[in-house]
Protein backbone atom coordinates (compact mmCIF):
# COMPACT_ATOMS: atom_id res chain seq x y z
CA UNK A 1 0.00 0.00 0.00
CA UNK A 2 1.38 3.17 -0.97
CA UNK A 3 -0.77 5.50 1.30
CA UNK A 4 -2.67 7.32 -1.74
CA UNK A 5 -6.39 7.20 -1.56
CA UNK A 6 -8.56 9.35 -3.90
CA UNK A 7 -10.88 10.27 -0.99
CA UNK A 8 -8.31 12.38 0.34
CA UNK A 9 -6.64 13.72 -2.25
CA UNK A 10 -7.26 17.79 -2.66
CA UNK A 11 -6.17 21.00 -3.71
CA UNK A 12 -4.05 23.08 -1.43
CA UNK A 13 -5.12 26.88 -1.47
CA UNK A 14 -2.64 28.95 -0.02
CA UNK A 15 -2.67 32.88 0.12
CA UNK A 16 0.76 34.68 0.67
CA UNK A 17 0.04 38.52 1.73
CA UNK A 18 2.28 40.48 -0.22
CA UNK A 19 2.16 43.49 2.26
CA UNK A 20 4.76 44.00 4.91
CA UNK A 21 4.72 46.84 7.34
CA UNK A 22 6.99 48.54 9.54
CA UNK A 23 6.34 48.77 12.54
CA UNK A 24 5.50 52.00 14.26
CA UNK A 25 8.64 53.95 15.89
CA UNK A 26 9.11 55.58 19.05
CA UNK A 27 11.32 58.69 19.48
CA UNK A 28 12.92 58.23 23.15
CA UNK A 29 13.07 62.19 24.89
CA UNK A 30 15.27 64.01 27.74
CA UNK A 31 13.74 66.34 29.78
CA UNK A 32 15.74 68.92 31.74
CA UNK A 33 15.75 68.66 35.50
CA UNK A 34 17.70 71.37 38.07
CA UNK A 35 19.98 68.74 39.30
CA UNK A 36 21.23 66.32 36.37
CA UNK A 37 24.62 67.28 35.29
CA UNK A 38 25.56 68.46 31.81
CA UNK A 39 28.47 65.77 31.92
CA UNK A 40 25.74 63.10 33.11
CA UNK A 41 23.90 63.54 29.74
CA UNK A 42 26.41 63.76 27.64
CA UNK A 43 28.15 60.06 29.15
CA UNK A 44 24.18 58.89 28.51
CA UNK A 45 23.76 59.93 24.73
CA UNK A 46 27.26 58.63 24.21
CA UNK A 47 26.69 55.56 26.07
CA UNK A 48 23.24 53.92 25.30
CA UNK A 49 22.37 55.97 22.29
CA UNK A 50 26.19 55.59 20.58
CA UNK A 51 25.71 59.44 19.87
CA UNK A 52 29.22 61.21 19.01
CA UNK A 53 30.38 63.47 21.53
CA UNK A 54 29.23 66.69 18.96
CA UNK A 55 26.11 64.98 18.45
CA UNK A 56 25.74 64.35 23.02
CA UNK A 57 26.88 67.75 23.27
CA UNK A 58 24.36 69.34 20.74
CA UNK A 59 21.23 67.47 22.28
CA UNK A 60 22.65 67.77 25.63
CA UNK A 61 22.12 71.48 24.68
CA UNK A 62 19.05 71.44 23.43
CA UNK A 63 17.78 69.81 26.16
CA UNK A 64 19.16 72.37 28.40
CA UNK A 65 17.45 75.01 26.42
CA UNK A 66 14.27 73.64 25.25
CA UNK A 67 13.33 71.17 28.15
CA UNK A 68 12.96 68.51 25.93
CA UNK A 69 15.55 66.44 23.42
CA UNK A 70 15.65 63.86 21.13
CA UNK A 71 18.01 60.70 21.65
CA UNK A 72 17.08 58.82 18.92
CA UNK A 73 13.62 56.89 16.92
CA UNK A 74 13.28 53.32 17.83
CA UNK A 75 10.95 50.28 17.82
CA UNK A 76 9.14 50.23 20.76
CA UNK A 77 10.89 47.14 22.43
CA UNK A 78 14.02 49.27 21.88
CA UNK A 79 13.16 52.54 22.91
CA UNK A 80 11.66 51.14 26.34
CA UNK A 81 14.70 49.56 27.09
CA UNK A 82 16.78 52.41 26.54
CA UNK A 83 14.35 54.53 28.32
CA UNK A 84 14.62 51.86 31.58
CA UNK A 85 18.72 51.32 31.05
CA UNK A 86 18.57 55.68 31.08
CA UNK A 87 16.81 55.63 34.72
CA UNK A 88 18.84 52.64 36.40
CA UNK A 89 22.20 54.84 35.90
CA UNK A 90 20.53 57.57 36.75
CA UNK A 91 19.08 56.13 39.70
CA UNK A 92 22.72 54.84 40.27
CA UNK A 93 24.47 58.13 40.20
CA UNK A 94 21.89 59.82 41.85
CA UNK A 95 20.57 62.22 39.96
CA UNK A 96 16.38 62.29 38.67
CA UNK A 97 17.06 62.54 35.11
CA UNK A 98 13.57 61.81 33.06
CA UNK A 99 13.10 59.96 29.70
CA UNK A 100 10.04 59.03 27.85
CA UNK A 101 8.86 57.46 24.89
CA UNK A 102 6.33 59.12 22.27
CA UNK A 103 4.97 58.15 19.04
CA UNK A 104 7.09 58.98 16.29
Known amino acids: MNGFSPETEGEIVSKTREEITEPPMYKVLLHNDDYTTMEF ?11 TIEDATRIMLNVHKTGLGICGVYTFEIAETKVEITHELAMERGFPLKSSIEKA
Open 41 to 51: VVEILMSIFHK
